[in-house]
């Protein structure tokens, strides 16, 4: 007994308390993808009993809290889909243009300035960014498009494409930053301007690693939530017109829970079932970005 | 024009294009500052920082909102903090080799750090509020902002960790000691800063967090304080949501007062996340 409560037995017994505290710490992210995955399966599950999946891929209505009930979920995607593709077309020219300037013209001192100014728009709270889409560029718009509507696709769309701009800009610059600068000196070498060699030379080289950034940013722009709740309306739509109020998939879910739809109803289920759609999609782009990232980290080891 | 002139004023209209697009980000960054203040300066006063909200706009305040982030924050920070450093620690500092379980746990990581916020919102509602019936209290808007901030941490206290040189670890096992009293003598008061640092970020990530806190049920109007963790909240961002959905324009003004408050919260957390690193970055030379 005594050798048992020795100083080295009993360091040797509190290691193994600490390994095995800090292996729970870290096994703790698997119990939450596990977590995510049941919670999301058992609901979408129950849903499926009541609801066919037929219906539910090709209907073109979304009405689960009317009286007459249509779940066809493809009104939300569209309107999710048309949201984030106004996103991407400001996100990725402007972007691009960004990472390319700060990584191939500007001055070093130019870049430590702006580049953590940018980084500030990432770090905004996305509710700041819906009361902006909502009372500043909406009205804005409108005094251009006179058919706009109060809510509408467009006007979160460019406000979440400038949330998402410094994520493209970052990670395509960092990708450009580690193509090899002999490449660069090589083109300059035979006479090449910044022009070329950034678009023939540096973006070509550094492209896997950009469309890395893209797909990243589509997977963003797809689960945002507040700008679109706020300002795209809730009026799911099987539409690809930008001007007229939509919902995106996020801005359901946070509508139903703001109701007192009781748990257990086919009603409350919707969530879970439109939860699981905005999981697989999110998921698939991370993965694909995933991919992307590391074929460009091999390509330069 | 020849070739050469023709290429070098490309090279120039493409320069002006790119500083273009860099500009248009600051220009809508200044604009937003400008217009939020513009709104919601006049707003901000002592009375809007002590009162609950209320059906007049006028008479409406902050006061359960901004309690209501205040525990939310400390609440998530002693729960995110240990387990996040916990995990990173294991998977930089007690993995030898990286084997299959390793690789699993990373590659989860990588992943729980992409999915939406709002998917961790139906987490919370699933497990926290239904399973372990904690209702919609602070503990489950607490653990529901942990989980969803964790990959942050962990990434950042890996990042960190890395940073400390290797002939550290490797001194402090010469002379004897054990690996956690390594890791927890020598490595980690080293790379403390670079942790903290991480967590702040992750955690002025969580300050504007609205979407997981509505799904899992967090009340948009609270007029008393929470005296337990058990108790409803509302949080800065809910507030803020629930007054922009309002027709009046009264609630506007309102909140883009409540935005302010909690830019400068966020302000707050970054600019100590910066001193830290900037600290960081002087002090230790080896």
Known sequence: ?????????????????????????????????????????????????????????????????????????????????????????????????????????????????????????????????????????????????????????????????????????????????????????????????????????????????????????????????????????????????PLVPIETITAYIVQVSLGDTPAGTIEHKTIFAAGMTLFIFTLALNLISNWLKERFREEYR | MNRLAYNKLVDRFFKLAALAATIVGLVFLFTLVWDIAHDGAGRISWSFLTSFPSRRPERAGILSALVGTIWIMGLTAVFAFPIGVGAGVYLEEYTKKKNLITRLIEINIANLAGVPSIIYGLLGLGIFVRALSLERSLLTGALTLTLLILPIIIISTREALKAVPFSIREASYALGATRWQTTYRQVLPVALPGILTGTILALSRAIGETAPLITIGALTYIAFLPESVFDPFTVLPIQIFNWVSRPQKGFAVNAAAAIIVLLVLTLILNSIAIYLRHRFQRRIRW
């Open chain 1, 1 to 241: 007994m005594k050798s048992f409560l020795d100083r080295r037995s009993r360091q040797r017994i509190f290691e193994r308390g600490i390994h095995a505290a800090l292996l729970l710490c870290a096994s703790l992210s698997i119990f939450t993808t596990i977590g995510i995955i049941l919670a999301l399966f058992f609901e979408t599950f129950d849903f499926f009993k009541e609801v066919s999946i037929i219906e539910f891929l090709t209907d073109t209505q979304w009405t689960p809290l009317f009286v007459d009930k249509h779940f066809g979920i493809l009104s939300l995607v569209a309107g999710t889909f048309i949201v984030s593709l106004i996103a991407m077309c400001v996100a990725i020219p402007l972007g691009i243009l960004c990472a390319i300037y700060l990584s191939e013209y500007s001055s070093p001192r130019f870049r430590e300035v702006v580049k953590p100014i940018l980084e500030v728009l990432a770090g905004i709270p996305t509710v700041v960014y819906g009361y902006f889409a909502l009372l500043f560029v909406t009205p804005l718009l409108k005094s251009f498009i006179p058919g706009l509507s109060g809510f509408n696709a467009l006007s979160p769309g460019i406000v979440m494409g400038i949330m998402i701009l410094p994520m493209v800009s970052s990670m395509s610059e960092d990708a450009m930053h580690a193509v090899p600068s002999s490449l660069r000196e090589g083109a300059y070498a035979l006479g090449a301007t910044r022009f070329q060699v950034a678009t023939k030379v540096v973006v070509p080289a550094a492209l896997s690693g950009i469309m890395s950034s893209f797909v990243l940013a589509v997977s963003r722009a797809v689960g945002e939530t507040m700008i679109v709740t706020i300002a795209a309306g809730q009026q799911p739509r099987f539409s690809l017109n």
